[in-house]
Each structure stands twice: as structure tokens, then as C-alpha cells.
């Protein structure tokens, strides 16, 4: 078995086309066909079912193709780790994201950093928090932009970033509601809620989980779409602190604080892997994500130090 062969399943995987998957790898249709076909004969296994439509792995295929990928993930940090300790910052960075902080970060993101590091390739992907766990693990992606996982993992390392606080965003229509909501009482019946999966945890207010809470006519999967279903049909949602920006002055001018205690926020962080050595690479994460964060709102640590990983692999970063 060879890397090449590794990295055609796993195109062949990706694409499910061999088409495409050879022009992917740079190779002919032929070539790439032979080689998964000499691998499938060393291993004595068929990893894919092919006919004239459809390509798909077989239950032992999406497991060596698993395992194909995560060899392909490791050989690459041997790269990473030359780029790391000289002075030259390249090489790739797959940064995963949750849908309800990507559009306050990521197009700022990508300008600030692609400006600093103009020779690191950056891919994000957007996902839910169990995906993005998930490819973290798997090594399909460097570091996630996240909340905490529900169930503690000791293969991922948690670094707080920042902390914002949740608000309410009422119609005009919304008088009663916001006498509610001033007592720190949440009328059920009129507000809106996002999709389960998009969801944002709260010290003190457990929204998403509750199913008796909330309007769920319609479950959206984006602030935006709350805000919109809330100007047109009243009621009210909760949305995080930073898409306050994103409003209109009109608009701002129903937003209404959540008096709770404890108060209902988020702590946003970066997840990795345990084993994860590209130190200078996650500072300039973090460097990048200080300018786009009000201070306010960031980890007090981290406006003074820099992290520090330790290469153990169940020590927790130090800052």
C-alpha cells in the first residue's frame, strides 16, 4: 500500500467519479482505476461497489478510507512541522467554524489573515458542532472555532477566546413581551427558536433543548432568518451580542438585554487536537481573531500572552 493509493481511494471517495478523481490527482482515468484495483487485490477486499451509475465504498471501504485519509492528514504535518520551526509561516490551515459565529468572523477574518500570511493556504468549513467534532477527530480539520463540547474529550484541548453575552431582539409589536422580558420571564409562545443543531448553549437558559419552548412553526437555521421571521410576524428570539452590528439603527432599537442570573452568554473557543504541534499557527489564529473581537469581550489571558502547547498528549495548552 502506498501514499498514491491511499490518496486515490480517497478522492474516488470524495468524488464518486473516476473522472475526476484522476483529474484531481493529476493522474488518467486508467491509472487511477488500476491502482485502487491493485490495492483492492493486496488487501483481498473490495473497498468499492462500482456500476454504470453509482461508486460508492463498502462497509469495509468507508472504514480503510477512514483510516487512508487519517494517514494522508498525519504525512502532511510532517511538513507542518518543518514550517513551524523555521521562519517561513506556509502550508495549509483548515479552520472549522459553527454556523452562529461564522458570519460576525469569517469575512474578516480570511482578509486579516490572508494579509499577514499571504503563503498559508486557509480553507473554512462551516459546520454544526457535532460535525465539526467529528472532522477534528478524524483530522480533516486543524482546529474548530466552538463552543465546548457537551461530553468532555481528553483528545481535544479547549482555548477560550472570547465570552458574549445573548440579547433579546423584539418586534414593534412586541410591548407585552418586553414587559415580560424586563421581569426576566420568556413568554414561550412568541419566540422564536433556532434549528436543533445551530444551537447556542446558555449559562442559565437551556433554549434549544427544550422543546416546549418556543414558536417551532418554523425552525431557522441562521440568525438572520430569526430576525427576519421576527420584523414580519412579531414575537421575539435571542441572538448573540456581535450580530448587533449587523443591524440596522432601527433595528437596534429593539434590542433588549436578558436581565438573568447567571447571565445567559457563550464562551467561544478553539478546539484541538491533543496532539496538535503547530504553535506559531494557532497564535496567529489567535492573533488575527484579537483584532476582530472587542476587548472587552476577549480572554483577559490572552491580550498578554501567547499559548504555549505542550507536546504531552493529555496536558491542557498553557497561555
Known sequence: MTL??????????????????????GVTQPTLSAMIQKLEEELDVKIFNRDRKNISPTRIGEKI?????????????IKEV???????????????????????????FIYHFRKAYPHVSLFIDEREKKALLQELKYGNLDMALS???????????EIPVYTEKFVAYLSEQCDQTKNCLSHGVLPPEQMWVLKEGHCMPQNGLNFCQNKDIG??????????????????????????????QSLTEKQRAHILPLPFN???QRCISILIKDDFIRERMINAVLDTLKILIPPTMLEKRLATHSIKLRHTPTSSPSK
Open 82 to 108: 518543518v514550517a513551524d520551526e523555521t521562519d517561513r509561516m506556509n502550508g495549509s490551515l483548515r479552520i472549522g467554524v459553527l454556523p452562529t459565529v461564522a458570519p460576525y468572523l469569517v469575512p474578516d
Open 215 to 244: 414558536n417551532h412553526i418554523y425552525e431557522a437555521g441562521s440568525i438572520e432568518t430569526l430576525i427576519k421571521i421576527v420584523d414580519r410576524n412579531g414575537g421575539y428570539t435571542i441572538i448573540p451580542e456581535l450580530h448587533i
Open 4 to 25: 498514491q493509493q491511499m490518496e486515490y481511494i480517497v478522492a474516488l471517495d470524495k468524488y464518486r467519479h473516476f473522472v475526476l478523481a484522476a483529474e484531481a490527482c
Open 262 to 264: 447567571p447571565p445567559a
Open 147 to 157: 463552543t465546548s463540547p457537551e461530553e468532555a474529550d481528553a483528545r481535544i484541548l
Open 65 to 77: 478510507i477512514r483510516q487512508a485519509q487519517m494517514a494522508l492528514n498525519e504525512t502532511q504535518r
